[in-house]
Each structure stands twice: as structure tokens, then as C-alpha cells.
């Protein structure tokens, strides 16, 4: 009886240290890097400096004067079309998931702003980095000192949390299966 119950309890860790080390693998993005969801960010220079993986997450953090809104396709993202969005975010600070491998389109839905640019196109990959869609490769643009420091310092934080979870992994193995 002590043995089944030691044996449970193991499972139980086991399985929470997976849980923690699939959450440390996964990235937020803030949108626009340190400027963030704003009409003079340059969205294609962010977007093509980032790598973004099924469970990594959005972050969009704006003024009252924005919004996001999801779009159902490229020709709607191209036009700026903002009248039938799959999703629409208000409130200043809004989390997006991204759960599958494809491409994703947002917006904001202030009347005028995505035809000034404020617009970002999301390219997800699998997990283990191979693309599911086939999409187009994001425009060669040069990015800002700010951005590329706010993707360094969130690249270094998502692999110390790597490192911190394999470690966590491991020690909890030998001690409950050695």
C-alpha cells in the first residue's frame, strides 16, 4: 500500500514539472517591442525580428485610443478591412494565445489606423520550429535599437527559464526514481 501511494505521489510530481517546463518553453511577445501596439511602430521591423511558437503568447498593450482586432485573411489584412474581424480586444491590454502553426492577422480598429500601418501579420510555427503554412516571407526592413534590445533581454528570460525547468526536470527524477 505505501509502495502504490509513493508510486501516485511520483506520477503527481511528474506531471507537474512537465506542466511548468511546457509554460517556461513558451514565449510572450509584447507587440512592438518596447513601443508597443502604437501607430508609429514599425510592425513589419518587429514582427520579422521575432520567432513565434504554437504556445507562445501576444501581448498588446495600448491607450484607450487604440484596439486590436483579429482579421479572417490576408486580402482583409492587405485592405484593411476591419469590418468582419474574427476577434475584437478593447481595454488596454489584451493576451492572444497562439495555439496552432499558421498565420494570423491583427489590427487596430480605430477608423484610419491601419491604413497608417498598425497592422502586424503573425507567422506561428510548430513547436519544434517547421511551419505548417505556407507563408510569405516577412519584407527585409531594419530594426530599431529598442526592439531588438526588448527581443534580446526576452530571448535571455525564455532561456534561463529553459535551463531553470530542465534542471527542476531533472533533479526531480533522480530523487523520486533513483
Known amino acids: 500500500m505505501k509502495t502504490s501511494s509513493c508510486r501516485i505521489w511520483q506520477l503527481v510530481v511528474l506531471i507537474l514539472v512537465s506542466v511548468i517546463h511546457k509554460e517556461a518553453l513558451a514565449a510572450k511577445h509584447a507587440v512592438g517591442g518596447s513601443q508597443g501596439w502604437d501607430e508609429s511602430t514599425n510592425f513589419d521591423s518587429w514582427s520579422s525580428s521575432e520567432t ?21 485573411n490576408e486580402s482583409a489584412f492587405k485592405s484593411c478591412d476591419i469590418g468582419s474581424p474574427l476577434k475584437s480586444l478593447s481595454g488596454g491590454s489584451n493576451t492572444v494565445k497562439l495555439d496552432k502553426p499558421g498565420t494570423r492577422y491583427f489590427a487596430c480598429g480605430t477608423s484610419g489606423h491601419c491604413e497608417q500601418g498598425m497592422k502586424v501579420k503573425i507567422t506561428t510555427v510548430a513547436a519544434d520550429g517547421s511551419s505548417a503554412s505556407s507563408a510569405s516571407s516577412p519584407a527585409t526592413t531594419t530594426t530599431t535599437p529598442s526592439s531588438s534590445q526588448s527581443t534580446s533581454v526576452a530571448s535571455h528570460q525564455h532561456q534561463l527559464l529553459s535551463f531553470l ?14
Open 52 to 72: 513565434f511558437k504554437v504556445g507562445d503568447e501576444l501581448e498588446f498593450k495600448y491607450t484607450p485610443l487604440h484596439s486590436v482586432v483579429e482579421l479572417p
Open 165 to 178: 525547468s530542465l534542471i527542476t526536470t531533472l533533479l526531480v527524477s533522480l530523487v523520486f526514481f533513483i
